[in-house]
């Protein structure tokens, strides 16, 4: 059984870092597209960032470029999302996701098919 777990989240100030992670079990992920979506409170879930199937290309939200860092280790099934420079609107919960083999990353949930339970994120200003 495919299994996604996040975990790296808490409760930090404004300016802060953070480091999640998502650690997959059933099956190897080293051909899947990932990604990392975050639904912020009393909002609809909205795309953070993923990276292709090969790693060569990575995509980014408008709202966290240049802050958020995506990237995967797949000897260790995991993947990343560096969180640089917090702001108190990041505060959300936050998922990992993965696509079928050989695919590309995409901003949008419906293309991906197995999630992890969420992390959460606060941020105080």
């Known amino acids: 059984q495919v299994q996604l777990v996040e975990s790296g989240g808490g409760l930090v100030q404004a300016g802060d870092s953070l480091r999640l992670s998502c650690t997959a079990s059933?099956?190897?992920?080293?051909?899947?597209?990932m990604g990392w979506f975050r639904q912020p409170p009393g909002k609809e879930r909205e795309f953070v960032a993923a990276?292709?199937?090969?790693?060569?290309?990575?995509y980014y939200a408008d709202s966290v470029k240049g802050r958020f860092s995506i990237s995967r280790d797949n000897g260790k099934n995991t993947l990343y999302l560096q969180l640089n420079s917090l702001k108190p609107e990041d505060t959300a919960v936050y998922y990992c996701?993965?696509?079928?083999?050989?695919?590309?990353?995409?901003?949008?949930?419906?293309?991906?098919?197995?999630w992890g339970q969420g992390t959460q994120v606060t941020v105080s200003s």
């Open positions: 059933g099956r190897t992920f080293s051909t899947s597209a």
């Open positions: 996701a993965v696509r079928d083999r050989f695919t590309s990353g995409s901003y949008y949930s419906k293309d991906y098919g197995y």
């Open positions: 990276m292709d199937w090969s790693a060569t290309s990575t």
